[in-house]
């Protein structure tokens, strides 16, 4: 994975709170079997009403979405963070943020950045008064930079460093086999284990007539 | 020294931590990794790409839930036979236990995990799917993760996870004999908001609690995650052992009395600190319904649609106005004036045979009122053998309900089963967001048994009310 430091882009306002998986991308179209081409489902029914921020041409390009609270709650599906990058995001700006998407976000390389609600608000008003507004988030510094504003943000220390350091985290906790391992003996023995099985009909079905 | 008092959480991450460094999240060791065709096709593509394999295929089950249609054995979609195939060539490559859609064993994967003795006390459970913590129900630390952390924990068993707040909500007072635990949980909600749990692990405790069976406590223990936290739990008991023994998986004779010396002492110590505590109490309480689109805006069905002036924060009082417009509901509405023409009684939140038998309990001589489809959808083959032989289904039929096979059913708008147009429906599902069962779908989220009465009066009704 290419190390990545920080980015800058133009921001795009999206006023609403917990802003849900299901919005940023209904099941229906979570069936694809690749991490790839969510683009145009990317708030596909938001995007059906012309005043939708994404519908606005003058912020065709923007690549820093500034939320509200509590977004990207609800579904753990990863196709949000997907149909986000797809679209050409590469930053989400929120005070708060649904647990499950804040890591799946930086497991993409999709930077959750959490601030202050004062602070997103102001964010957002600068965004939508002026289309060429830029922000700056990087992750070496953990500041988040725009047009004179500074503001320091949180983030995971390991998801920070893999991200970094361009690791793939997979191989990073392979490399713990051996510790692994070593857990593996101590284990309760009767704890459940599976094989697998042929299947088993489920006989006579009365289906619904109706 | 006497060691410092733990909460159950603490004491199950513990067991549960591999590699402890400063500063660092925790290394947690998975016991359980409950797989399913939605969220994992990518993962195993990950692996191949990688040229890794899955490190414990016996400590992995799959199921087949999300897509399956369930009024046929015939996928008709085709992207997402083409996810169920997938699953089937995954789980066959790597050795997986794999439950296919037409085994007597299949189901949502958060029903049929417990239902086989597979989810026990103590164990680490991990699930693409954000409902996993379902399985706290038997004080297991239940996460759900994204598909990148499917691939992790199938090439290491393991997850790199910061240890979360602890929080306590205790539940005092008498329960009602019409509340029930999706009551107790939308309740909670409703209290503390749809992010009111964000970055906590939540243990449900309190006299309220001891008395609900293990079905309520996985009806509570899924919705944790409406309330925005990462897992929630519930201290092992006598309910739990009752439920637990002679389940195919359980462990038996000796190994069983081993197990449950073990599990006795999965409690929280006396005196254990929670970083937050929220007490409820249920003395007063009745059925409660979402009026709104997220699981937080939720009130008892006999009072209103609130007023927007009750919403003294503006974020929220803006998320109201949203919600009443896309709801298309006014302030000051009765809850139970409101007519609905569908109502789902299913999912991982709701779709257990003690469901089924409240459900049926209304159902029983009464007829769906006049445009009203109603679906019953188990939550698994097992639910539906068992529900079969205490005959629930000629209930269901004789008052026009659609009996059906398991499946997510009309929970997500995924599979065939999904809501077409303008519609209101009453659903015992977990989420009522906008479009969540299908693009123009109203929800009301209730428990079974208002979900039943609901069905017969043609308007958001508990069944005390019925005639
Ligand atoms: S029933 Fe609904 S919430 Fe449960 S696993 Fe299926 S889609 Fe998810």
Redesign the interface.
Known sequence: MEPLIQHTGRAIALRRGDVDTDQIIPAEFCKRLTKSGYEDTLFVTWREDPEFPLNDPRRAGASVLIGAHNFGTGSSREHAVWALRDWGFAVVVASSFGDIFRRNAFKNGLLAVELPEEVVAELADRADADPAFEITVDLDSRELRADGLRHGFEVDRRARRLLLEGLDDIAVTLGKDGLIADYERARHSWLPRLAPTDPIPSGNLRLAAN | MTPAPRTLIEKVWQRHV??AEP???D?L?I??HLIHE??S??AF?GLRL?G?KVRR?????ALED??VPT???IIA?P??K??VE?LRRN??DS??????F?????GIVHVVGPEL??V?PG?SVIC???HTATHGAFGALAF??????V??VL????L?L?RPRTMAVEFTGELPADVGAKDLILALIARIG??GA??HIIEYRGPAIERISMEGRMTMCNMS?EA?A?AGLIAPDATTYAYLEGRP???RGA??D??VT?WESLVSDEGAAFDRTVTIDVTTLSPFVTWGT?PGQAVPLREEVPELDSFTDP??R??AE?ALDYMDLVPGTRMDSIEIDTVFIGSCTNGRIEDLRAAAAVLDGRTVADGVTMLIVPGS?EVRRQAEEEGL?EVF?AS?A????SGCSMC???NAD?LVGVKRCASTSN?N????QG?QARTHLVSPAVAAATAIAGRLTAPGSLS
């Not at chain 2, 050795?95 to 296919?100: D, K, P, R």
């Open positions: 591999v590699q500063g660092e999240p290394l060791y016991d359980l939605a969220s096709p990518q593509d990688a890794r295929p016996d400590l992995t089950l999300h897509n009024n046929s054995l979609d992207m997402g083409a996810q997938t789980c066959a050795g997986i236990e794999l439950f296919q037409g085994d007597r064993r299949q003795g597979y026990q164990m693409g799917d954000s759900g993760v994204g598909t990148s952390d691939e992790h090439a290491t068993q393991t790199a910061a749809a992010n964000n970055g995650i925005g990462r998986a359980a462990p190994e069983w081993a197990a073990y997220n974020v929220a803006a998320a949203r083959m289904h039929l026009g659609q009996w059906r096979l997500l708008g995924m999904r989420r967001y906008e479009g969540r693009a």
